[in-house]
């Protein structure tokens, strides 16, 4: 049991490049996030998804698209990086969030720098 | 508006105990959440205490919480270098019909030896 991992660990991008980052979770869980920390800020939601098929936005999804084709995938995309996205971003998976109290499991998380 | 609010950083000496503060604004979370976070590595949930409780003691961990005042703690008694990472507060509030987790800035804990 892995619980939730990322590919890439790191990468390096000039402005205006494109990458995709890989989450994959192996506890079935329905529910996905993607977020970006940022020095000095707590974790910002970028998007999530509430189960197979679905994606929704979060607090800082511009310049961000995501995928949740199989349910145990959430991929997020960078389309034209910008050295604003410069970040580590992490992954997290929860059982449920429609209720009160879900626990979210984090991935290890991806340092991105973009030149 | 969300906001949940720490201070940076915290030194103590090993064996003493660590308290970590937060304040959040948003009335309505139902519970309150503290992460660590090791170096290098994601986040891990550490202890959580839901809104109508005032204390939960856990071991080495008592959290504190002040719904008037929309306060939060963590102490760590007798405090370990391996305590040393950033620990993060973080309320959860709903949105639409599922919730979602507001962080704070986090608070990097370093034990001295």
Sequence with gaps: NAGVTQTPKFRVLKTGQSMTLLCAQDMNHEYMYWYRQDPGMGLR???????????????????????????????????????????????????????PYSEQYFGPGTRLTVT | GEDVEQSLFLSVREGDSSVINCTYTDSSSTYLYWYKQEPGAGLQLLTYIFSNMDMKQDQRLTVLLNKKDKHLSLRIADTQTGDSAIYFCAENIGVDSSYKLIFGSGTRLLVRP
Excluded: M, W
């Excluded at chain 1, 995501?66 to 992490?90: D, H, I, M, W």
């Design chain 1, 45 to 99: 939601l970028i998007h999530y998804s509430v189960g197979e098929g679905t994606t929704a936005k979060g607090e800082v999804p511009d310049g961000y698209n995501v995928s949740r084709l199989k349910k145990q995938n959430f991929l997020l995309g960078l389309e034209s990086a910008a050295p604003s996205q410069t970040s580590v971003y992490f992954c997290a998976s929860s059982e449920n969030s429609g209720e």
